[in-house]
């Protein structure tokens, strides 16, 4: 099995999202010493989320996020792949003392990475990770053709899911352990402001007052507030560069 285990944004104005970030989130930036522009991001010292990096965006990018799933053989999965349908974006390519990776996009459309990291080069962390960072803790998706799409999640990365309890269709999408590194996430049908596309859903103690803080630093609340019953209220967003996410005060 594969779990997300890292995001990348894209950015027209990395001054401009480093600040959007740093205020509402409280994560850091460090910038990236590798042959390209890159910022690589570090959301909290927490047990579970991820971090992430931020590149420039160019016309060709889509306002997205896209996540990268560790992988142990990153040719075979590119194999599995596109044996379920995928397609190639990116040929594969070598990160600089990380590994081996390839971009593809499934049978909808939507972009993901697939990392066969160098030996030790896993689970690196950078030093004075924020300790009141919030990070991403879970993503979602939707899609057109849920069964389709979670035929070609299992047979790509091992997904499973699970249909969850709610008046609304939604499936747990678990590629991992709880405790293992990454993070799961979730799958529903297309639905009205629901962004064709992954995005990061982050953690935090106080919806109302982060998706103030949202619009505070310049970005955008797309839904009203949603009440989940026995999960907890969120809003879907966009950041000052058009990245979409969602923000999850979770019910304890």
């Not at 990116?90 to 459309?109: C, F, N, Q, S």
């Not at 047979?155 to 678990?174: C, N």
């Not at 799961?184 to 990061?200: H, K, R, S, V």
Request: proline share 5%.
């Amino acid at each position: 099995m594969a779990k997300f285990g890292h995001f990348d944004l894209k950015a027209k104005d990395a001054a401009r999202a480093r600040g959007f970030y740093e205020s509402v989130f409280n994560w850091k930036f460090h910038r990236w010493d590798g042959p390209m522009e890159y910022w690589l991001i570090q959301t909290g010292a927490g047990k579970y989320g991820i971090d992430g990096g931020m590149s420039l965006r160019n016309e060709s990018d889509k306002s997205n996020v896209t996540f990268t799933a560790a992988v142990p053989d990153v040719d075979a999965y590119l194999e599995r792949a596109l044996s379920a349908g995928a397609s190639q974006l990116l040929d594969k390519h070598t990160i600089p003392g990380v590994g081996d990776m390839v971009l593809v996009a499934d049978r909808e459309g939507l972009p993901f990475g697939m990392l066969q990291f160098l030996p030790g080069a896993e689970g690196q962390a950078m030093p004075g990770a924020p300790a009141e960072g919030r990070r991403p803790v879970h993503f979602e998706f939707c899609a057109t053709d849920v069964e389709a799409a979670m035929k070609f999640y299992t047979a790509v990365l091992d997904w499973t899911f699970d249909k969850h309890g709610g008046e609304q269709t939604y499936y747990l999408a678990k590629g991992g352990d709880q405790d293992a590194p990454g993070i799961n996430g979730g799958l529903m049908p297309e639905i009205e402001n629901c962004p064709n596309m992954f995005l990061a859903v982050i953690e935090t103690p106080d919806v109302e007052a982060t998706a103030g803080a949202i619009t505070a630093a310049g970005g955008s609340l797309v839904t009203a507030r949603m009440d989940i019953p026995h999960v907890g209220s969120c809003y879907y967003c966009t950041d000052t560069e058009c990245n979409s996410l969602a923000i999850m005060q979770f019910t304890r």
